[in-house]
């Protein structure tokens, strides 16, 4: 089990590495769809970046192996943040923030999760992904900080969204993401 969680997180990891936003894709697939929605930056100047993470199924790779991944994703909003600030000597700094507060768009909260009230599963996906972009992002990862909200509310498939207010701004996110499957 831990092994196939630490290959699911990998993947995320490897899905959601931020990439330029002056290149397009040559093939766009679902997955790619969803990737590049999920993922927030908002440079508010050259020395300074804000980033929302939103870690959906859609990430998660078909392996049989991933259905768990794939629920608990369902079941749990896995939101990560980051305000950075860059000084001219080219070092990171991390501005320090409370966690995000998250609403439907219809403007109901929904509930932060604490590690004592999620399962040792869930928990585990997030330990895995605050190593995982550690190791891979460097400063960025390290200065990543998870949190887990109830994600029942919430559907990255179905109707409607929710915001993330972090950082002074309110993010949105609007449902169903780019890269799912079209209703029949």
Known sequence: MRRSLIAFVLGICILTLPRSTDARQLRTTLAILAQDYVIIQDQRSPHEVVMVFWITPQL?????????AKQIL????LVGVVHAKFDTQGRTNFEKANAPSLKTL?????KQLT???????AQGVVTVF?????????????GTKWYV???????SCGNGGFFVKFAG????YKTPI???????
């Open 74 to 77: 369902t079941d749990h909003a």
């Open 60 to 68: 998660v790779g078909k392996q049989p192996s991933a259905e768990k």
């Open 106 to 110: 219809a403007g109901r909260q929904i």
């Open 149 to 155: 909200y109830d994600g029942k509310p919430i559907s």
């Open 178 to 184: 780019p890269g799912c499957p079209k209703a029949k």
């Open 169 to 172: 701004v309110e993010y949105d």
């Open 115 to 121: 590690s004592e009230s999620i399962s040792p599963a």
């Open 130 to 142: 605050q190593q995982i972009f550690t190791k891979t992002l460097g400063p960025m990862g390290q």
